[in-house]
């Protein structure tokens, strides 16, 4: 559990970081504020690119930031998107997508769950949970027999 203004903190950190989103192609801006258990907060953003393929969602740009500077325990995640230009009135709940939600997974505290977080505006937010949007999902200890002798 983690307290209410933490919680709004993540939101609005998610709004500040969709103003990064590199999205020329789809016009669809995406934020993404990640708490880890040492109590760091990662942002990101998607970044397109030409071979649309390689596009990187906001969510996976927050969790490889955090990944990659040795913070591997998400506990929360806030997450914003809509089209550029869009105002508070055009807002909709954005949920992560499939790929997100299954790179995320990786990255649960043992024994945990992580909150997600998705907003409309900085004070108007859903919560929910990855367990929730990703049930019966495969994960590191499915492949624990790698390290059985
Ligand atoms: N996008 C995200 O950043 N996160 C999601 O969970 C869904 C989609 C981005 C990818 C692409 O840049 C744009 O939104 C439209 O799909």
Same mark, same amino acid.
């Given at each position: 559990?983690?307290?209410?203004?933490?919680?709004?903190?993540?939101?609005?950190?998610?709004?500040? +970081?969709?103003?990064?989103?590199? &999205?020329?192609? *789809? $016009?669809?801006? =995406?934020?993404? @504020?990640?708490?880890? !258990?040492?109590?760091?907060?990662?942002?990101?953003?998607?970044?397109?690119?030409?071979?649309?393929?390689?596009?990187?969602?906001?969510?996976?740009? +927050?969790?490889?930031?955090?990944? &990659?500077?040795? *913070? $591997?325990?998400? =506990?929360?995640? @806030?997450?914003?998107? !809509?089209?550029?230009?869009?105002?508070?009135?055009?807002?909709?709940?954005?949920?992560?997508?499939?790929?997100?939600?299954?790179?995320?997974?990786?990255?649960?505290?043992?024994?945990?769950?992580?909150?997600?977080?998705?907003?409309?505006?900085?004070?108007?937010?859903?919560?929910?949970?990855?367990?929730?949007?990703?049930?019966?999902?495969?994960?590191?200890?499915?492949?624990?027999?790698?390290?059985?002798?």
């Amino acid at each position: 559990m983690i307290e209410e203004t933490l919680k709004l903190e993540l939101v609005k950190k998610a709004f500040e +970081a969709r103003s990064h989103s590199y &999205s020329p192609y *789809s $016009r669809f801006q =995406v934020g993404a @504020a990640l708490l880890t !258990s040492d109590g760091e907060i990662f942002t990101g953003a998607n970044i397109e690119n030409a071979s649309y393929g390689a596009t990187i969602c906001a969510e996976r740009t +927050a969790a490889v930031k955090a990944a &990659s500077s040795g *913070s $591997r325990e998400f =506990v929360a995640i @806030a997450v914003v998107g !809509s089209e550029e230009g869009s105002d508070e009135q055009d807002m909709a709940y954005a949920y992560p997508c499939g790929i997100c939600r299954q790179f995320l997974r990786e990255f649960i505290a043992p024994a945990g769950d992580m909150i997600v977080l998705v907003a409309k505006t900085p004070d108007d937010y859903r919560e929910t949970s990855l367990s929730a949007l990703l049930p019966e999902s495969f994960g590191p200890s499915d492949l624990d027999y790698l390290h059985r002798e």
